[in-house]
């Protein structure tokens, strides 16, 4: 290579120096426009810019769940291409993203959920989203924006129960405690599931320390088993393995839409309800924060508020988007509010306490 280009150069100093002169004058306004025309390209075209990766949890990814169709129409909408990861369980995203910091290839963070929000550990490592207006859905709880995160879906929590098993339904949740429930109820972990921690969380808030961990020795017995996650639990319900289940009181939509299965019913019990809130959040390190943006405004948006609804089977947090759907079917309940705050410690240490 470097005797051709010897033998170039030799050749166009043979022609002398007005040929050289003449050489450049040609070739560098050439060079300059295609470099400029490369850089406005690269800057302005989004295919250009890499792809966005989303961190996010196993139903959310999954072929079944919203990504997927999220991914192809923010495709065809922009340009840009999204990449989910999946990291398991929700609570295992924490993880990942705690020791990964600001080396993690992440830009966008779906599916923390508002407790994980209180570790300002976590919040320090994102970036305040855009500003994006839209109508909140009345039924939301009061305080569902935090901080750097939005929320883009939400469900209060209850037990789940088959219509055909022919129970009494208990009205309150000491009802529980009673011996007729006897290996009838499926929890879920609070240590390694979201819903999981949702409940005990709600217990020990709802009962205090001391009293919390008296109900939980008194319900044990009617447990039928702890899982390590929502889909194990659920799984298990759905195979008939137990009577109740703790999980979203949206779940049944999923039989009512996809199985026109109306068996599957939530427990309105006769007192306020814990909620499940998610979230996204661009991460400071993100190199992509353009389509980082670009990715949360789809995802609030009507049409990809629609997506999530109808594949992750959560409430929008966005205004007439579940109008004429299956969801209208829900009864509105009341939520437990509380501003008053329990670590992550005292929840565990109550979960403990019944030596499960």
Known sequence: MSA?????????????????????????????LVSIYIYLYEKDSPKEQGTIVVYTYSSFASSWGPGPDLQKIFKEKTGYNVEFTDVGEAGII???????????????????DQFQLQNTTITDLFTQPPELRYKLDESTPKKIQQGPFLAYNWSPMTFIYRTSDK?????????????????????????TSSPGYIFFHWI??????EGAKDFLNQIKKNIYTVTPSWSAGYGLFKKKQSQYVFS???????????????????????????YHIEYAGILKSTKNRPGAEKFLEFILSPEGQEIIMNKNYMLPVVAEVRKNS??????????????????????IEAWKSASW
């Open 94 to 112: 924490i993880q990942r993203i705690l020791l990964e910091k600001e080396k993690t290839k992440a830009d966008v963070v779906v599916g923390l």
């Open 167 to 191: 129970n009494s339904l208990p009205k309150k949740l000491d009802d529980f405690l009673s011996p007729n429930f006897k290996g009838k109820i499926i929890l879920l972990d609070p240590r």
């Open 4 to 32: 051709l280009i010897t033998i170039s150069i030799k050749g166009i100093a043979a022609f002398g120096g007005s040929m050289i002169k003449r050489f450049f004058s040609i070739f560098v306004p050439i060079a300059l």
């Open 326 to 347: 299956e969801y209208e079917k829900l009864k509105k309940v009341k939520l437990f509010e509380s501003d008053k705050i329990i670590s992550r410690d005292e929840v």
């Open 204 to 209: 020990v808030q709802k009962y205090g320390a």
């Open 248 to 274: 979203y009181l949206t779940s049944p939509a999923y039989h009512w839409v996809e199985e026109s299965d109306f068996d599957y019913q939530p427990l309105y019990l006769e007192e306020e309800l814990p």
